[in-house]
């Protein structure tokens, strides 16, 4: 608590979708030798209990139940969780990576353009292509991860009406600034496989 206070209003985050975060997490973490649902249960509410400081870790308790807490001593605070996205300065989304660059430089008075370097996967997935769409797995909820989500990628859209940004204009910034060579494959099918097939 001492450390969001001391932080509030100041903080930056990029939110993933959870049913993509999750499958991403049952390939790296568990390499699908647990079956999905128990997975899924095991790390239900994360997200929320992350952001109330309900715990540290994403991955508490899907490991060794008996040594993480699990299953859960403390439901997540999807109400606080809620009440602390007020403090972010800025959120912006995994799955909507180059607009939230673009986002985030318009939101920073007197920041320069957004750079390549900040368009780059540094955690690349490694599971393989078949599995880098969640589509393709069997459909999961987290009552309390896609509540927070719902209200993150709500807010996320409010700031870039807000800053008359787009989907189109962005992409023409990058490419004008020399970020994003002309060429490339339009940025809905660039960041829907980067989106999913991330660590």
């Known amino acids: 608590a001492s450390h969001w206070k001391a932080f509030r209003g100041r903080m930056l985050s990029m939110f993933r979708e959870p049913h993509s975060r999750l499958i991403s ?42 040594e993480s807490q699990c299953p859960w001593t403390e ?42 370097a ?5 955690r690349p997935g490694s599971y393989g292509a078949a599995a880098a769409n969640p589509a393709s797995e069997p459909a999961t909820t987290d009552k309390y991860d896609d509540v927070v989500y719902e209200a993150v990628a709500s807010r996320f859209w409010d700031d870039v009406r807000k800053a008359g940004l787009s ?6 910034a990058l490419q004008r600034a020399g970020a ?8 809905d ?8 097939n991330e660590d």
Do not use: I
């Open 25 to 66: 997490g049952w390939h790296y973490f568990n390499h699908a030798s647990m079956p999905l649902a128990e997975y899924a249960a095991r790390t239900e509410g994360s997200m929320t209990s992350m952001l109330t400081g309900q715990q540290e870790q994403t991955v508490r308790c899907w490991h060794k139940p008996s």
């Open 75 to 116: 439901e997540p605070n999807v109400s606080l969780a809620l009440q602390r996205l007020d403090d972010f300065a800025f959120v912006g989304l995994t799955g909507e990576w180059e607009l939230s660059m673009c986002l985030l430089h318009a939101s920073m008075p007197g920041a320069g353009p957004v750079v390549a």
């Open 118 to 122: 900040e368009l780059s996967n540094s």
């Open 167 to 172: 989907r189109e204009a962005c992409t023409s």
């Open 180 to 187: 994003l060579p002309r060429g490339m494959p339009h940025a």
């Open 189 to 196: 099918a660039r960041l829907r496989v980067r989106a999913y």
